[in-house]
């Protein structure tokens, strides 16, 4: 069985049109949308993805009717990811669900207890929320995550997107994944290559997740960008 790509990428960014233009063409080599909210404090993320949301915030936040084009674009799950402050504390998130426009939602700077009573809400109406490890927590508090969720985002390490972080054993976690049937664990954090996310898929995660190395590979040029996808898509169908 294939491992799942999930790809990140900032709503409105390069700009409106032309990231709709690209959510179509890259949609031949991702499963799984990850689409972020811009934000004027984007505290998880590494300078690259914040100054892109620096400059999708100078030039106004996308509107509804945006994300109601996204939605008909892309065909694939949709994930958005979006802060607390940005998304739930506005209330934002009663649109998004009430006109269907994602599959899940992924809000990293909740407790975990609250992206539980989000789930508790969300779930009669089809949304999931995905929950969060790393490898700072101990197998045991990971399980417990595990029972609450059908989705884990595991960061192999701590702090911000962009950088490289360290390798690690991550079999003690996935052990424990294995007794949650339909879970599905994610890696995320620091995965530039083919041969990283084949090595990490082969290793027991279900998919992973990317989005500093396909921008840096986007401000190069669309031609890299679509190179990499090629390359990581090819390695985990294989």
């Not at 999930?6 to 949308?33: C, H, N, Q, R």
Request: aromatic letters at 10%; hydrophobic letters at 40%; charged letters at 25%.
């Amino acid at each position: 069985m294939s491992a799942l790509l999930a790809g990140y990428f900032l709503a409105g960014y390069p700009d409106t049109e032309s990231s709709l233009d690209l959510f179509a063409k890259v949609s031949e080599y991702i499963d799984i949308f990850e689409i972020g909210f811009p934000s004027g404090n984007p505290v998880c993320d590494g300078e690259l993805i914040s100054e892109a949301h620096r400059d999708v915030m100078d030039r106004a936040c996308p509107g509804i009717s945006y994300w109601q084009r996204l939605r008909s674009v892309i065909k694939k799950t949709l994930w958005i990811m979006a802060y607390k402050k940005d998304f739930i504390d506005t209330g934002l998130y009663h649109t998004f669900v009430d006109q269907k426009l994602a599959d899940a939602f992924v809000i990293p700077d909740c407790t975990d207890n609250e992206r539980v009573l989000l789930e508790a809400e969300l779930a009669p109406k089809g949304i999931e929320v995905t929950g969060f490890a790393n490898p700072g927590m101990s197998p045991e508090s990971f399980s417990k995550i595990a029972e609450k969720h059908k989705i884990i985002y595991f960061q192999l390490y701590i702090g911000k997107t962009g950088s490289t972080g360290s390798d690690f054993d991550p079999s003690r976690y996935l052990e424990k994944a294995l007794v949650h049937p339909g879970l599905k664990v994610f890696a995320g954090f620091g995965i530039t290559s083919a041969e990283k996310a084949r090595s990490l898929t082969g290793r027991g995660f279900d998919g992973v997740i990317i989005g500093t190395a396909f921008l840096r590979a986007l401000k190069e040029s669309e031609k890299s960008l679509m190179a990499l996808l090629r390359d990581i898509s090819g390695a985990l169908k294989t």
